[in-house]
């Protein structure tokens, strides 16, 4: 499987506008990866020809601020019972979601028989805490494989997909919920009107819905088009969240920016009326004015941006080839396969991808076809170069790596821009 992707002949086209998901509004189009697969199908050699591939653009609408997809993957086929993303994979992360759901039952959980709804509990990073704390709660995932490592810790899962009809039934079963939590999730469910008034409906009066997903200012302001990848149909900004949540009867009344992910929101939304508003949210609206993330001359340069990267890289992959180096990818994360289709990198330049998931080992990375290989393939023989694909988590990885680097190794990074370190 050394057959490269589409090459990329796509890249900026403003012209496209298709109508917004949320508002109905017109959004123009201003960035086009051309033809992506299913980021996260990690598939079997014999297996890769069943990945689907679409096109992958994104739009700013001009009335709501909302940045989206204009075309829509079915949602069965990019979560399903062998979707093979696991959230524990990360110590850091761990460490984080653990923190979020000690908070919770500090603060939001500590009345009487409180009750915890997750949206996208994924293997029960989070909600092993709040099963550990004695609390009620539901996770509610598609994806069976990961939903399953959850169960098998006591953690109550229901592996459906979470939207209007769902919430009426978990609230007619079970009651309100105190707090409805969501990461990095919400931000891939195209039908998120279902999903926001099945909140509406599920919800305690006094109630919190907390969710966190990636913040379009940090995507913009460093580059980060690899987070553009089809599980991110939405780019979140806090007028564009503001303006959503508004429709349904919700207020956002909080906002926290957070360093996961390479910087991330936590949203707090309440029905509309139930709190105070912070003044943190009029505060990062007066940011995303000076940012200029409603601005399009703002989107087309991040576009030239993106296309200086994508040259740089390819240039040094091409050159490192030549002097016959080792290059291997780290992390076979979905953002890999936004860099690696848009920059039609394949087995030529990267010779496989190690990565920790069991579940992706042995599989060939969407579009690329480049193997990902367990870790011990990376220690055991150092490679020379290694694309660190997974550099939201560079601190725990070369911290881990250490040896890579005494041994000579070095890293090559390539967000906000491209650098040999
Ligand atoms: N919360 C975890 C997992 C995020 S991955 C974390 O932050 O790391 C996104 C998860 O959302 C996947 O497990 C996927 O199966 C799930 N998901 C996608 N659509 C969903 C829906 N409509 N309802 C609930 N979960 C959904
Ligand atoms: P992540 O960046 O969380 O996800 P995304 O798919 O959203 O881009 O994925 C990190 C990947 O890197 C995941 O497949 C696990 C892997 N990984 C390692 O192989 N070793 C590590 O030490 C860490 C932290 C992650
Ligand atoms: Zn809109």
């Known amino acids: 499987m050394t057959e490269k992707s589409t090459a990329p002949t796509v890249g900026r086209k403003a012209e496209n506008t298709f109508p917004c998901r949320i508002c109905g509004g017109e959004v123009r189009q201003w960035f086009d990866f051309g033809r992506q697969p299913v980021s996260n199908a990690f598939l079997p050699p ?21 940045v989206q997809q204009a075309e829509e993957l079915p949602r069965g086929r990019m979560f399903h019972a062998d979707y093979p993303y696991r959230a524990s994979g990360s110590a850091w992360m761990r460490k984080h979601f653990s923190e979020v759901a000690e908070r919770f039952v500090e603060t939001e959980l500590a009345g009487p028989d409180p009750f915890l709804v997750e949206i996208g509990s994924n293997d029960g990073v989070m909600l092993r805490t709040i099963s550990e704390a004695g609390v009620r709660h539901l996770g509610v995932d598609p994806s069976g494989g990961a939903a399953e490592v959850a169960a098998r810790q006591g953690i109550d899962v229901r592996v459906d997909f979470f939207e209007e009809s769902l919430a009426r039934e978990v609230r007619a079963e079970h009651g309100p919920a105190d707090v409805i939590y969501s990461a990095n999730t919400l931000s891939h469910i195209a039908y998120i009107d279902s999903i926001l008034r099945g909140v509406a409906a599920l919800l305690a009066p006094d109630g919190a819905f907390v969710f966190e997903d990636r913040y379009l200012g ?6 980060y088009f690899d987070q553009v990848y089809d599980e991110h149909f939405y ?20 906002v926290e920016h957070l360093d996961t992910h390479g910087g991330t929101i936590r949203y707090t939304v309440t029905l509309r009326g139930a709190r105070r508003r912070d003044s943190s949210v009029r505060e990062a609206l007066e940011r995303e004015d000076e940012l200029g993330l409603t601005d399009p001359a703002t989107f087309a340069a991040f576009g030239d941006r993106v296309d200086r990267v994508r040259d740089e890289l390819v240039a040094l992959l091409e050159r490192l080839r030549a002097e016959g180096r080792t290059v291997v990818g780290y992390g076979a994360t979905s953002k890999s396969a936004t860099v690696t289709n848009y920059c039609g990198i394949g087995t030529d330049l990267v010779s496989f991808v190690c990565d920790s998931t069991p579940e992706k080992q042995g599989t060939l990375s969407p579009g690329s076809g480049i193997p990902v290989r ?24 070369m911290a881990k790596e250490r040896g890579f680097r005494e041994n000579g190794g070095k890293w090559i990074m390539y967000v906000p821009e491209v650098r040999v370190i």
């Open 46 to 66: 014999e297996q890769v020809g069943r990945t689907l591939f679409y096109r992958l653009a994104v739009g700013l609408c001009t009335s709501c601020a909302m």
């Open 218 to 223: 940090d995507i913009i302001e460093n580059t």
């Open 235 to 254: 780019l979140f900004s806090v007028r564009s969240v503001g303006a959503m949540v508004a429709r349904f009867g919700l207020e956002l009344v909080d």
């Open 374 to 397: 367990p870790p011990g393939d990376f220690t055991g023989d150092y490679p020379e170069y290694a694309v660190l694909f997974a550099w939201n988590h560079a601190e725990e990885i």
